[in-house]
């Protein structure tokens, strides 16, 4: 069956650095999305890998391993805004989204 | 105008109780979808709507009956819902690339749905 794997919480503490895992089985492979909610509002679309390698966009780096079907999310110098779940989601090869349960992160001063 | 729109945010209802959500994307993309969330799960995707057409429906119980009619609305009518109905429903839109895929989801905030 299709599944993905990510940690159901994490604690970190303001201005260090965070590594969020995925890993992802599923029937072909069309890539991997990590999306950002925060409690009470809609999810907003934070990285996309199709190909293996890491990506950066700012304080926020997701890395992609197709062979070992894993990904992380790589948060640097940790705000309080930052406090929220991630969520991951890979895309088979019919391009639907299999989602996992999210990570909640939380922040302490 | 923020890019999805849902409406009711939080709805309260009976199970003999008939209501509707609503959503509506600003943004131009040709498929809109319905996600049930609930607490510590994965997104359901509940159903896909293409260029205003149904492409996937993810066997979901006829209590829910989506509607589509234009590519910028998209209507989730509730009919005798159980408590276990009871989650966040979310909408997203997203542009469909040719050869397949789409792009990012771009979702709504939700409407929170308690089923008494």
């Known amino acids: 069956g299709q599944n993905i794997d990510q940690p159901t919480e994490m604690t970190a503490t303001e201005g260090a650095i965070v590594q969020i895992n995925c890993t992802y089985q599923?029937?072909?492979?069309?890539?991997l999305f990590w999306y950002q909610q925060h409690a009470g509002e809609a999810p907003t679309f934070l990285s996309y890998n199709v190909l293996d390698g890491l990506e950066e966009k700012g304080r926020f780096s997701s890395f992609l391993s197709r062979s070992k079907g894993y990904s992380y999310l790589l948060l640097k110098e940790l705000q309080m805004k930052d406090s929220a779940s991630y969520l991951c989601?890979?895309?088979?090869?019919?391009?639907?989204?299999?989602w996992g349960a999210g990570t909640k992160l939380i922040i302490k001063p | 105008e923020t890019g999805v729109t849902q409406t009711p945010r939080h709805l309260v209802m009976g199970m003999t109780n008939k209501k509707s959500l609503k959503c509506e994307q600003h943004?131009?993309?040709?498929?809109m979808y319905w996600y049930k969330q609930s607490a510590k799960k994965p997104l359901e995707l509940m159903f896909v709507y293409s260029l205003e057409e149904r492409v996937e429906n993810n066997s979901v119980p006829s209590r829910f009956s989506p509607e589509c009619p234009n590519s910028s609305h998209l209507f989730l009518h509730l009919h005798t819902l159980q408590p276990e109905d009871s989650a966040l429903y979310l909408c997203?839109?997203?542009?469909?690339?040719?050869?397949?895929?789409?792009?990012?989801?771009?979702f709504g905030e939700g409407s929170r749905l308690t089923v008494l």
């Open positions: 943004l131009g993309h040709n498929a």
């Open positions: 997203a839109s997203s542009q469909e690339i040719a050869g397949g895929g789409t792009g990012e989801l771009f």
């Open positions: 599923t029937s072909g492979f069309n890539g």
């Open positions: 989601a890979a895309s088979d090869s019919n391009y639907q989204l299999i």
